[in-house]
């Protein structure tokens, strides 16, 4: 696949999930978002945008940052649209699991649920590993040594901040039980023997049977 679809795709990707989001950031204006970050993640959050919207931009619709291109084999384009897609998609299969006890700050809410299940079993903040997954995948779209890696370098030291942040939290709320959580998954980059593969293979048959009966 050519660069230029590759950079077409990733700006569509874009937008749809600016769209996508539109929930998420209406409940962080709405109810007041600097009380959900504090002046340090304020300031990571800015640079993230940077990464992952200001600099694709500009790249995309100019030529400022040609001289740091590089290009790989055009084969690599495929698995990177799925690493892309995929890691949208575990953005919102982490959403959907945390349901009623997602919250878009560090706090606790009353009566809050501690979610251990799914996509939780296998690692405790699978919101972040889904863009972590993003941004990896960003390196292969979008081919370049200044704009390819730059959501993932500046948003490592945001998730690891506020990872820290977040469990500190937990911790006081849940006590042993999050403790013990803790000591059984890793935060961002699931343990293998934690991760079901039957149970993904036997999804992916599924889906793929479903196809079938539908063509």
């Known amino acids: 696949m050519d660069r230029a679809y590759l950079e077409i795709f990733f700006l569509c990707g874009m937008i749809l999930q600016v769209i996508l989001f539109f929930q998420y950031l209406w409940i962080y204006f709405k ?3 600097r009380k959900y970050f504090n002046k340090r993640e304020r300031l990571f959050i800015i640079f993230i945008l940077i990464g992952y919207f200001v600099l694709p931009f500009i790249y995309v619709f100019s030529t400022w940052f040609s001289w740091f291109d590089y290009y790989l084999p055009k084969f ?3 698995p990177a649209i799925a690493i892309y897609c995929f890691g949208v998609w575990l953005f919102f299969r982490a959403y959907t699991e945390l349901g009623s006890a997602w919250s ?3 706090d606790v809410k009353e009566a809050h649920i501690l979610v251990t299940g799914g996509l939780f079993s296998w690692m405790r903040h699978p919101m972040y590993s889904s863009l972590s997954v993003i941004a990896l ?3 292969f779209i979008l081919q370049n040594w200044l704009v390819g890696p730059a959501f993932l370098l500046l948003s490592i030291p945001f998730y690891n901040y506020r990872i820290k942040r977040e469990e500190k939290q937990l911790v006081i709320y ?3 039980e999050y403790t013990n959580y803790k000591k059984r998954t890793n935060a961002v980059i699931p343990r293998a023997d934690l991760v079901d593969f039957r149970k993904i293979i036997n999804d992916l048959k599924l889906f793929a049977g479903r196809k079938r009966k539908l063509k």
Do not use: E
Request: aromatic share 20%; hydrophobic share 40%.
């Open 76 to 78: 690599m384009a495929f």
């Open 174 to 176: 849940f006590g042993d």
């Open 31 to 33: 109810k007041g978002y």
């Open 137 to 139: 995948a960003q390196i």
């Open 104 to 106: 878009p700050g560090p």
